[in-house]
Every structure is written in structure tokens, then in C-alpha cells.
């Protein structure tokens, strides 16, 4: 067992059930999942996170950097708090930090997230792992390579519930496969080239292209729209009035900037919670 550090106000919690990554299995303080190729347990408690599982200190540092824990998140709450919506909201979804995740299986679960939810999303990544990915442990998989996904048929994708999405999911693992989509070129551009290659992709939309862009490449300025985000920002910026995808992003772009991201997870899991809240 190895400890990593952690500071105020990080909720390993909170940051791992935001809708930023679907194949962690949190249940209170206790976070299951894979990582580095292993399967691993993640404990939070006092001043920092007990790992179990893992390796050596190169792949430690390496999730450091994937929980987010390098990241000012004190500093960066703060600045978000001078918003007087995030003033208000940040109490009750403080300690969220954005992971950086791998961009092949941030890319993959993004288009399988379109017009989906999240318990279907799990259910769906679930299945392709057991499929196509090598088992691990008793109930761990790896995430499917490109090359494996490549040359899946269509009925075995669909058998993972991809419904639709099979087609695209499938030519999008011969593009990165077959070398016409290079998975480090949008760390190596603008956010609006990288914006631009993304959506070139199949299945990738403008939500999913934002997605992978925040969780996987890290680009802060990225505000990722669903209904919740729509919902939340128009409600409680605009007074209710109806606005584009296009005008609350670049509202939000303005406001934020580099702490748009950060943002729009405040946002989303503050909207998602009260959604909840309402329906039960």
C-alpha cells in the first residue's frame, strides 16, 4: 500500500462521480477501477489517499496527475467563488478536481455517452471491457485497444448495448488504428484546432469534442453543454431565457476563461443533484 498527498478541499468522491469518467465504482470514501494496467483501490482519508494495487513511484506520480491532485484546486475555488452563482453553489460541490484521463478511452466513452445516461453509459463501457479487453482480476478488465475495436463486428458491438453508436465506435478505432487520427495531435494545438480535429472524427458532436477536451487534454477553456449545464446556466445567468450552445459557451469562455471547465463540473453536479432532489 502506498499513500498519495492531498489538500483541502479535495473530495476524491466528488470527483470521481461528476460525470467525468464512467468505470470507477465509488461507494463512500472507497473508489474501485483500473489504472496503469492494473486493478486498484483508492481510499480517502485524512490528509491523503491509500492506493492499493498499484506499482512503482513512476505510475504514483502518474496517478497524481490523473486524480488531479497537482492541481491549486484551494486557489482555483476561490477565484471561481468571486462568481456570485459559484458563491453559492461551491459549498455543496466543493473538492471536485478534473482527471486527466487516457484520450483513446476518454474519446470512446464520450461518443458512447451521447444522448445517453450514466448508469446505461457504466453498462455499455462495462460490456465492451469484458468483450474486447483482457481481464485483469475477477471483475477487472482493461479498456479495448484501437486495434481490437478496429476489427470488431458489428453484431458483437452491439451486443454491448451500443445500439447506433456501434458503427461510429468501430470506425472510430480504424481511424486512430489505422494512423489517420494521431491521439497527441490536440495536445500539440489551439484549443480551436484541436476543437476542429475532434469534430472531424465519427460520432464525435460538439458536446463529446468539448468532453475530451477538458478530461483528457486538460483545456480549462473547454465548457462542456448538456441539459443540465443549458438548464443551469440559463436559469440562473439569464433569468430563464432560452440561449444557444454556442452563446453560453462563449459567455461562460468569457466569464471563466481558463477556469471554464472548472466551472461547468460545478455546475453540472450542483444542477444534476437539485434534478435529482426534485424527482425523489
Same mark, same amino acid.
Given at each position: 500500500? /502506498?499513500? #498519495?498527498?492531498?489538500?483541502?478541499?479535495?473530495? @476524491? +468522491?466528488?470527483?470521481?462521480?461528476?460525470?467525468?469518467?464512467? &468505470?470507477?465504482?465509488?461507494?463512500?470514501?472507497?473508489?474501485?477501477?483500473?489504472?496503469?494496467? &492494473?486493478? $486498484?483501490? @483508492?481510499?480517502?482519508?485524512?490528509?491523503?489517499?491509500?492506493?492499493?494495487?498499484?506499482?512503482?513511484?513512476?505510475?504514483?506520480?502518474?496517478?497524481?496527475?490523473?486524480?488531479?491532485?497537482?492541481?491549486?484546486?484551494?486557489? $482555483?475555488?476561490?477565484?471561481?467563488?468571486?462568481?456570485?452563482?459559484?458563491?453559492? $453553489? #461551491?459549498?455543496?460541490?466543493?473538492?471536485?478536481?478534473?482527471?486527466?484521463?487516457?484520450?483513446?478511452?476518454?474519446?470512446?466513452?464520450?461518443?458512447? /455517452?451521447? =444522448? !445517453? !445516461?450514466?448508469?446505461? $453509459?457504466?453498462?455499455?463501457?462495462?460490456?465492451?471491457?469484458?468483450? =474486447?479487453?483482457?481481464?485483469?482480476?475477477?471483475?477487472?478488465?482493461?479498456?479495448?485497444?484501437?486495434?481490437?475495436?478496429?476489427?470488431?463486428?458489428? +453484431?458483437?458491438?452491439?451486443?454491448?448495448?451500443?445500439?447506433?453508436?456501434?458503427?461510429?465506435?468501430? %470506425? @472510430? %478505432?480504424?481511424?486512430?488504428?489505422?494512423?489517420?487520427?494521431?491521439?497527441?495531435?490536440?495536445?500539440?494545438?489551439?484549443?480551436?484546432?484541436?476543437?476542429?480535429?475532434?469534430?472531424?472524427?465519427?460520432?464525435?458532436?460538439?458536446?463529446?469534442?468539448?468532453?475530451?477536451?477538458?478530461?483528457?487534454?486538460? &483545456?480549462?477553456?473547454?465548457?462542456?453543454?448538456?441539459?443540465?449545464?443549458?438548464?443551469?446556466?440559463?436559469?440562473?445567468?439569464?433569468?430563464?431565457? /432560452?440561449?444557444?450552445?454556442?452563446?453560453?459557451?462563449?459567455?461562460?469562455?468569457?466569464? +471563466?476563461?481558463? @477556469?471554464?471547465?472548472?466551472?461547468?463540473?460545478?455546475?453540472?453536479?450542483?444542477?444534476? %443533484?437539485?434534478?435529482?432532489?426534485?424527482?425523489?
Amino acid at each position: 500500500m /502506498s499513500e #498519495l498527498s492531498i489538500s483541502p478541499p479535495y473530495s @476524491l +468522491f466528488r470527483t470521481l462521480t461528476c460525470g467525468q469518467a464512467f &468505470r470507477w465504482r465509488v461507494d463512500g470514501d472507497t473508489a474501485h477501477g483500473v489504472f496503469a494496467g &492494473r486493478p $486498484i483501490t @483508492l481510499r480517502q482519508r485524512d490528509g491523503g489517499i491509500e492506493v492499493l494495487g498499484l506499482g512503482g513511484s513512476r505510475e504514483r506520480d502518474r496517478l497524481f496527475s490523473y486524480l488531479g491532485l497537482d492541481q491549486p484546486l484551494s486557489a $482555483i475555488e476561490q477565484t471561481l467563488g468571486a462568481d456570485r452563482v459559484l458563491r453559492r $453553489i #461551491l459549498p455543496s460541490t466543493t473538492g471536485i478536481a478534473l482527471i486527466r484521463q487516457d484520450p483513446w478511452e476518454c474519446l470512446v466513452s464520450f461518443v458512447v /455517452s451521447a =444522448f !445517453n !445516461n450514466i448508469p446505461k $453509459i457504466e453498462l455499455t463501457l462495462d460490456r465492451l471491457c469484458r468483450t =474486447f479487453g483482457d481481464r485483469l482480476g475477477e471483475t477487472a478488465w482493461s479498456f479495448p485497444s484501437p486495434d481490437r475495436l478496429a476489427r470488431a463486428g458489428l +453484431f458483437e458491438l452491439r451486443r454491448c448495448l451500443l445500439g447506433y453508436r456501434a458503427p461510429y465506435v468501430r %470506425a @472510430l %478505432a480504424r481511424c486512430v488504428d489505422g494512423g489517420r487520427f494521431d491521439l497527441a495531435a490536440p495536445a500539440a494545438v489551439a484549443y480551436e484546432e484541436a476543437r476542429v480535429l475532434l469534430l472531424d472524427l465519427p460520432g464525435v458532436g460538439e458536446k463529446v469534442a468539448d468532453c475530451v477536451l477538458l478530461f483528457a487534454y486538460g &483545456r480549462g477553456e473547454a465548457f462542456p453543454v448538456d441539459v443540465w449545464v443549458k438548464r443551469a446556466v440559463e436559469r440562473r445567468y439569464f433569468r430563464g431565457a /432560452s440561449k444557444s450552445v454556442r452563446d453560453i459557451q462563449a459567455f461562460a469562455r468569457g466569464r +471563466f476563461s481558463t @477556469l471554464a471547465g472548472y466551472a461547468q463540473q460545478h455546475l453540472y453536479s450542483y444542477e444534476r %443533484a437539485r434534478g435529482r432532489e426534485v424527482r425523489s
